[in-house]
Structure formats: C-alpha cells, structure tokens
T-cell receptor, first 115, second 114 residues
Framework: EAGVTQFPSHSVIEKGQTVTLRCDPI?????LYWYRRVMGKEIKFLLH????????ESGMPNNRFLAERTGGTYSTLKVQPAELEDSGVYFC?????????????FGPGTRLTVL | GENVEQHPSTLSVQEGDSAVIKCTYS??????FPWYKQELGKRPQLIID?????GEKKDQRIAVTLNKTAKHFSLHITETQPEDSAVYFC?????????????FGKGTKLSVKP
C-alpha cells in the first residue's frame, strides 16, 4: 500500500511570505498528525485530526499556523506570515482508528527554510 | 504534560557490539512506547513498540524493555551492523485515549563503525 506522502519535499521562502504544506495520509486512516523537528531537536507534536475534525491543536505554536483537513482526506498546513524560527522539518503521520492500533506511519517530511 | 528524556545523544559502537539507548518518561498514564529509526534523508520508521502490560519485547536483533515503576524504557540492539547507523527516537503516548499524539525524546545518533 502507498505510504504517507508530503509535498513539497523542500521549500525555501523569505520571512513574511506564505507557505502551504500538504500531507496525504494512508488511505482509510482516520487519524492524521502534524509534527515538527526544529534544528536537530526533538520531534514535537503540532496537531491531530480525526477525520475532518481537529481533535487536539495544543501544539500549534501561534495563530500564524493554520491546518485544515477538508473532507477528512488530505491535510494542509499553512504558515502565514513565515518567521525565521519556523524553519525545520514538518512531518505528517497517520494511523488507523483509535483503539484498533496506535501505530503512526510517518511521511518523508517537508524541509522548510525561512530566510 | 508528558516529558521524555533520551540518552545518550550520540553513540558510536564497533560493528558486532551491542548498543543501548535509554529513555525516561514523566506521566504515569503513558502506556505505549514506540521506537522510531530515521536514516539520513528518510522518514522515521517504527522499528518496535511496547505497551505497558509487558516488560520486554524482542524482534530479531532488537529488544525493548520497560520498567513502569521507574518510568524508563530502553532499546537494545545486538550484533550491530553498519546499516543500523541512524537517529533513533523513543516516544510515549496513551494507547486508546482521546489524545493520540506521541511525545518524543530528542533522538540518539547511532554510528556503527565497520
């Protein structure tokens, strides 16, 4: 089966610009998570969707970040306006229904560089 | 909230030796502990996980042990090979709960020298 895919793989933008990251989870996975790894530190949770609903967005850094999951399929994460500290690798992960299995399958990540 | 500490940050071993990576967690409600391996330029991949109803789990050269009382768990790799070189992340979460997010340690960069 196809794994989690993310687009783009790399993005270089200037401070103040807008960037939109996309994640396509494994087909049939209700749970979709966004994580971020900044400058070699730990992978940090951003938010969790169950189908199209935001289950937990406690990890979102501030209101410059907006995540959507229209129709409960793919998800987008928009950063507007981008700041230097937003640079890092953004990972998406998906898992099957809660209680069935908690294995989270990760995408390859999007490396975001804000200049 | 949950906090996961991971040690060491870097580990260098000779091919054939064993490697051990240790993690501690703070939230006694956590009951699911996966380990991910991330090779350079690739996605994190689950290599083994353990739930709190067991104390040890093995899969070929990889094993994970869990001490619930002390709130720590460890990854053991025996007979290391150069292809084991990667960054390893431990994580904790609550299985079956409403919050499914993983809390990760900072990672251990393992280098296996031929």
């Amino acid at each position: 089966e196809a794994g989690v895919t993310q687009f783009p793989s790399h993005s270089v933008i200037e401070k103040g610009q807008t960037v939109t990251l996309r994640c396509d989870p494994i087909s049939g996975h209700d749970n979709l998570y966004w994580y971020r790894r900044v400058m070699g530190k730990e992978i940090k949770f951003l938010l969790h969707f169950v189908k199209e609903s935001k289950q937990d967005e406690s990890g979102m850094p501030n209101n410059r970040f907006l995540a959507e999951r229209t129709g409960g399929t793919y998800s987008t994460l928009k950063v507007q306006p981008a700041e230097l500290e937003d640079s890092g690798v953004y990972f998406c992960a998906s898992s099957l229904q809660r209680g069935a299995t908690d294995t989270q399958y990760f995408g390859p990540g999007t490396r975001l560089t804000v200049l | 909230g949950e906090n996961v500490e991971q040690h060491p940050s870097t580990l260098s071993v000779q091919e054939g030796d064993s490697a051990v990576i240790k993690c501690t967690y703070s939230d006694s409600a956590s009951n699911y502990f996966p380990w991910y391996k991330q090779e350079l330029g690739k996605r994190p991949q689950l290599i083994i996980d353990i739930r709190s109803n067991v104390g040890e789990k093995k899969d070929q050269r990889i094993a994970v042990t869990l001490n619930k009382t002390a709130k720590h768990f460890s990854l053991h790799i025996t007979e290391t090979q150069p292809e084991d070189s990667a960054v390893y992340f431990c994580a904790a979460s609550i299985y079956g709960g409403s919050q499914g997010n993983l809390i990760f340690g900072k990672g251990t960069k393992l280098s296996v020298k031929p």
